[in-house]
């Protein structure tokens, strides 16, 4: 139970950036609705400037406040912080930007991808700083859909999100 509470407690700031850019995002595309060479585009309207800038911000802030809680100095946590959050991020636009490749539109499923997107993203930018251990990194790699899937059909029933996933 330890590790578990351990995992989510070290990627919680990559689940509150793609939270937070979700919830809080709309305005204008990042891409400012640009095609790629392919003619589709370059990402879409899902990933905005609005959310990425909230995303980052409350993901960071989120482990400035956990920084209270642990032994890591105000500097270090606010680099870790940013490396997650902006992981987190830059992991969704990734996938968007692929799923266009494929002729996927914004809102269509790509099971595991979908939930696991933002969390590679979030991992590899933070390794530096993190270094985790495998066991660490397959717990938040087996735990994530599970919670993606619970918060997101959740947030549908709600009549949060417009789609279960």
Partial sequence: MNELVSAIWVILPAY???MTACTFGGGKPLDFNKNFLDGRRLIGNGVTIRGT???IFFGTLTCLLQSFFY???V???LKLGFLLAFGAILGDLVESFLKR???LERG???PLFDQLDFVFGAL???NPLLKLNIRKILTIVLITPILHFSTNY???KLKLKEVPW
Wanted: charged share 10%; proline share 8%; glycine share 8%.
């Fill in 71 to 73: 032994e890591y100095s």
């Fill in 124 to 126: 590899i930018l933070s």
């Fill in 154 to 156: 959740i947030g549908y």
């Fill in 16 to 18: 509150i950036a793609n």
């Fill in 53 to 55: 800038f909230v995303g």
């Fill in 75 to 77: 500097p270090f946590s």
């Fill in 101 to 103: 490749r494929i002729n």
């Fill in 108 to 110: 269509a499923p790509l």
